[in-house]
């Protein structure tokens, strides 16, 4: 089992930045790559950033350039730094941690709130 805990959501103004922690606990060996993901009001969840194990970042087109995903192994934390942030940005963000087998794992989701 892998437990994750998020934090670091809240409101913020157009053009401003939040950062965003997920600590992981548990059985982190297992995990293969970890990630962050939102969902916004009446719409679906969909991937922002993901980070494999071997270090390889991939992003949603919408916040390349404005988004950095990283991860402090010694504390078993990963990171989104949001920068540059639009209204559209706005919703619940989860962290997700992917095991090479098995079912995935998710936190608790934090809010973000971009106000116009």
């Known amino acids: 089992q892998v437990q994750l805990v998020e934090s670091g959501g809240g409101l913020v103004q157009a053009g401003g930045s939040l950062r965003l922690s997920c600590a992981a606990s548990?059985?982190?060996?297992?995990?293969?790559?970890m990630g962050w993901y939102r969902q916004a009001p009446e719409k679906q969840r969909e991937a922002v950033a993901t980070?494999?194990?071997?270090?390889?970042?991939n992003y949603a087109d919408s916040v390349k350039g404005r988004f950095t995903i990283s991860l402090d192994n010694a504390k078993n934390t990963v990171y989104l730094q949001m920068n540059n942030l639009k209204p559209e940005d706005t919703g619940v963000y989860y962290c997700?941690?992917?095991?090479?087998?098995?079912?995935?794992?998710w936190g608790q989701g934090t809010q973000v709130t971009v106000s116009s």
């Open positions: 997700a941690a992917h095991p090479q087998f098995g079912t995935n794992y």
């Open positions: 548990g059985s982190t060996y297992q995990i293969s790559a």
């Open positions: 980070r494999t194990s071997a270090g390889t970042t």
